[in-house]
C-alpha cells in the first residue's frame, strides 16, 4: 500500500513538474489578448534612421564650433551607432530576400 502510494506522489510531482514546465510557456499572451507578435516582420524605417544620422552630424558641427569637442563627439558617436544600425537592417532585408543566402 504504501509503495503504491509513494509512487503515485512520484508520478505526480513528475506530472505537476512538467505541467507548470510546459503551460506557462503555451499559456503567455502580449500585450494585446490574442495578438501574433512575428519577429520577421520587424523592418527599419531607413529614412527615419538617416534623417536622424544627418541631424546628429549638424549638431555635432555646431557644437565643435562652439568648443564643445566631447559633446561632438558624443553625437558623432551616436550617429555612427545609428549608421550600423541601418547597415545591419540593410544588409538583413538583402539575405532575407534570397532564398538561399551565399
Partial sequence: MTKRFSALAVSAVIAGGFLMTSV?????????????????????????????????KRKAAQLKQLGEPAAARKALDQAAAIQRRLDACIK???????????
Fill in 24 to 56: 506557462p510557456a503555451h499559456a503567455a499572451t502580449s500585450a494585446g489578448h490574442g495578438a501574433v507578435v512575428s519577429k520577421a516582420a520587424v523592418t527599419c524605417n531607413k529614412g527615419e534612421m538617416r534623417q536622424q544620422i544627418a541631424n546628429l
Fill in 92 to 102: 538583413a532585408e538583402d539575405e532575407a530576400a534570397k532564398p538561399f543566402p551565399g
